[in-house]
C-alpha cells in the first residue's frame, strides 16, 4: 500500500488558519520578480503625511470602465456607486491625504478636489504595483468590478476585470503585506442555495457571470490567505442603497432609482416584479461594516467571508413606504426578464449571525429609516437644484 508522505508544514497550510504558524513562505511566481522597474528611479512618493505605523495608507479600486454603453450611463452619475463614498468615509478616519481613490477617467471636479486620486487600471499589473510601492500602499479595498445586469451583458469583459482583475489585486497585496477587502454580494449564491435564510456556509452555484466571480473571489482570497497568509477580509453585501450616486447595472438597482423617480417625476416604473424579496443595506451601514471587519481584530474572525444584513424587503413594500410620504407617487411595473430571473436566484433573506457574534456587527437602518433618510437627502439636493 503507497504511503503518502505530507510535510507538516503543507499540511498546515491546506487545513488550518495561519495562525498555526507555520504558514508556507513561498510566494507564486511573479511575486518573487525583482523587475528593475518594480521601483523606478525617479519614484515620486505622494506620501506627505505618512508618519506612524499604525496610520493606513489605503487605495480603492474601482471607479470609471472602458464600456462605451457603460460609461454612458455612469457618465449621468458619476463615479462608482460605493467607491467614492468608502473614500470620504475613510478619510475622516484615516486623514483626507492617507485614502487614495483610483479610476481609469478623470473624474470629476468636486472627486478631484476631495482627496488624492489617482490612475489604475486593475487589468495592469505593473501600473497597480507602482501605486503600490509608491504610495506605501498598507490598506487595500478592492471594488472595481462589473456588476450583475451589466455583467450578462458583456460577460467577456466581466470575467476580465472581476477575475483577471482579481488576481492581479490578490498578487500585489501578498507581495507587499497588505491588509485586502473585497466585496462579495448576495449573488454569490444561486437557486439551489437555501434562499430564506441564506447562511454564510450553504451550497454556492450562481448562474451569473458576476456571482461566479465573486464565488471565486471569496475562494481565491480565502487560499492566498491560508497558503501565504494574506490578511483578505470580505463581506458579502446586500444590495447596497445611496443617495448621492447612480447605481451601476445591478440587480438590485431599482431601489436607489425609487427615490430619484419619486422626488423628481413622482413615477416610478420598477424593473422586478412586486413581491421580490432581497436583501437591502443602507450605505451608511455598509461603510461602517466594511471598517469595522478591518479593524477586527484577526483572533476575532472566525471566518475571512461574512453575510451581512439590515433589513429585506419587495418592491411593493418598499413603495408602499415611499407612499407614506409621497402619496402621489405612481409605482408600475415593467419587468426585465433578465434581471427577474437573476433576482429569483438570489437569497430573500440573508442570516449574518457570524458577523454579529464574531465581530459585533449591528445595523443601524431599517426600512422606516431608510426611506426617511433617502427621502431628505434627494428633498434637500431638489430645494438646492430649485435654488440655483
Ligand atoms: N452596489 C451594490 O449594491 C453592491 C456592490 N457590491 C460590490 O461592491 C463593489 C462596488 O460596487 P459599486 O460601486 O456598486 O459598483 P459600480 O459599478 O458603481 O462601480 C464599480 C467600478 O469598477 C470600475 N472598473 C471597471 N473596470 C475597471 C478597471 N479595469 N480598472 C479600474 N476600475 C474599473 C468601474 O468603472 C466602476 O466605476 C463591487 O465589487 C460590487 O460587486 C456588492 C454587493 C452590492
Ligand atoms: C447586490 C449586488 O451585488 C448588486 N447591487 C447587483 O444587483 O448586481
Excluded at 88 to 109: A, M, W, Y
Excluded at 144 to 149: G, K, Q, R, T, V
Excluded at 353 to 365: C, I, L, T, V
Aim: charge should be neutral.
Amino acid at each position: 500500500m503507497p504511503v503518502f508522505r505530507v510535510s507538516r508544514q503543507v499540511a498546515c497550510w491546506m487545513l488550518q488558519s495561519p495562525a498555526c504558524g507555520c504558514r508556507a513562505s513561498v510566494l507564486p511566481s511573479r511575486l518573487l520578480g525583482t523587475s528593475p522597474r518594480q521601483i523606478p528611479m525617479d519614484a515620486n512618493f505622494h506620501s506627505t503625511s505618512f508618519s506612524e505605523a499604525d496610520q493606513q495608507r489605503v487605495l480603492i479600486t474601482g471607479d470609471k470602465l472602458h464600456s462605451p454603453s457603460y460609461n454612458k450611463a455612469k457618465a449621468a452619475g458619476g463615479l462608482g456607486q460605493l467607491g467614492v463614498g468608502l473614500a470620504s468615509f475613510l478619510r475622516k478616519r484615516f486623514g483626507k491625504d492617507n485614502v487614495i481613490l483610483s479610476d481609469i477617467r478623470k473624474p470629476p471636479e468636486h472627486v478631484f478636489l476631495s482627496g488624492p486620486f489617482i490612475y489604475s487600471d486593475i487589468l495592469d499589473y505593473k501600473n497597480l504595483r507602482e501605486i503600490v510601492v509608491n504610495n506605501r500602499i498598507t490598506w487595500l479595498f478592492h471594488y472595481s468590478a462589473l456588476l450583475s445586469a451589466v455583467g450578462e451583458a458583456n460577460v467577456s469583459l466581466a470575467r476580465a476585470v472581476n477575475i483577471t482583475g482579481l488576481h492581479n489585486v490578490l498578487d500585489v497585496a501578498a507581495e507587499h503585506g497588505l491588509r485586502l477587502f473585497v466585496p462579495s454580494t448576495i449573488g454569490a449564491f444561486g437557486p439551489t442555495s437555501p434562499r430564506n435564510p441564506t447562511p454564510d456556509l450553504c451550497i454556492q452555484r450562481p448562474r451569473t457571470i458576476y456571482g461566479v466571480s465573486k464565488v471565486h473571489a471569496e475562494l481565491m482570497g480565502e487560499y492566498y490567505y491560508y497558503r501565504y497568509g494574506l490578511d483578505f477580509r470580505c463581506l458579502r453585501y446586500p444590495g447596497i442603497i445611496s443617495a448621492d450616486s447612480q447605481p451601476g447595472g445591478g440587480t438590485t438597482d431599482y431601489a436607489v432609482q425609487i427615490f430619484h423617480e419619486a422626488v423628481k417625476n413622482g413615477r416610478f416604473e420598477c424593473n422586478l416584479k412586486p413581491d421580490t424579496r432581497l436583501p437591502m443595506m443602507y450605505i451608511d451601514d455598509c461603510l461602517r461594516a466594511t471598517l469595522e471587519v478591518m479593524e477586527a481584530p484577526a483572533e476575532s474572525l472566525s471566518m475571512r467571508t461574512y453575510n451581512i444584513s439590515a433589513m429585506s424587503f419587495t418592491p411593493a413594500e418598499l413603495a408602499q413606504e415611499v407612499l407614506k410620504h409621497i402619496p402621489e407617487l405612481q409605482v408600475t411595473y415593467n419587468v426585465d426578464p433578465v434581471r427577474q430571473a437573476i433576482a429569483d436566484s438570489w437569497p430573500m433573506n440573508f442570516d449574518d449571525s457570524n458577523a454579529r457574534k464574531d465581530w459585533g456587527w449591528k445595523h443601524d437602518f431599517d426600512l422606516p429609516e431608510l426611506v426617511t433618510t433617502m427621502l431628505n437627502l434627494h428633498g434637500s439636493e431638489s430645494r438646492v437644484a430649485q435654488a440655483n
